[in-house]
């Protein structure tokens, strides 16, 4: 007895219709995929406890800008304040206080640091004015701080005005990013 070995007519035609079927199974799972609900194309949010804003205090809204990798967004401001208390000293203003919530984002993938003796606060006289270095270490807010990579942080810069001085905007500046060469441009950002 002979054996021989055959192939079925059939085969060929087989193997092109799984081939086939293949591809049209693939490329609907692809198109189920990107074709999803208007939620499944939204990333989620982080739900972050909101803060009572303190005495005196407005809250602005919109009041965010970029410098370098990072994004600073204005979140609570109040002005004309002719005193500061910490935990372990008071303090009268020389002309008066203004207070400025930054929330600061690092959105790169390196170490941003926030220096505060940097920032500057302009009335509408246009004059810039310096952090108030008092204010600030009674009130315990950090000199410089390191925001690692996709990092938040929130703290308030203090600045003491000549009496009768309306703030008109807060600059902000960012660290050079890897590899720059001078430093970024600041943000600017209007105050109400």
């Known amino acids: 007895m ?3 070995a055959t192939r079925p007519r059939d085969s060929f035609a087989g193997a092109a219709l799984t081939v086939a079927a293949s591809a049209a199974l693939a490329a609907a799972v692809a198109f189920a995929g990107s ?12 739900r972050i406890p ?15 800008g970029r410098s370098a990798d990072m994004t600073f967004t204005v979140i609570g401001f109040r002005e004309g304040m002719t005193e500061v208390m910490g935990t372990h000293a ?9 207070r400025i919530r930054v929330l600061a984002v690092n959105t790169g993938r390196d170490i941003q640091v926030f220096d505060t003796w940097k920032q500057r606060l302009v009335t509408a006289d246009g004059a810039a004015h310096s952090p108030d270095v008092n204010a600030t270490m009674i009130k ?6 390191s925001v690692g ?11 003491d005005v000549p ?24 943000a600017e950002i209007t105050l109400p």
Not at 36 to 42: D, L, N, V
Not at 90 to 98: L, N, P, R
Not at 140 to 145: A, F, G, S, V, Y
Not at 165 to 177: D, Y
């Open 2 to 4: 002979r054996l021989r």
């Open 35 to 46: 074709s999803g609900s208007k939620e499944a194309e939204t990333a989620p949010t982080y």
């Open 50 to 64: 909101a803060e009572k804003a303190r005495e005196g205090e407005s809250v602005p809204e919109g009041k965010t």
């Open 90 to 98: 008071a303090m009268g203003s020389k002309g008066t206080f203004t």
């Open 140 to 145: 315990r807010q950090p000199e410089r701080l």
């Open 149 to 159: 990579s996709f990092m938040r942080a929130e703290f308030d810069l203090w600045f």
């Open 163 to 186: 009496r009768g001085a309306k703030a008109k905007a807060v600059r902000l500046h960012g660290s050079p990013t890897v590899g720059a060469v001078s430093d970024p441009a600041p």
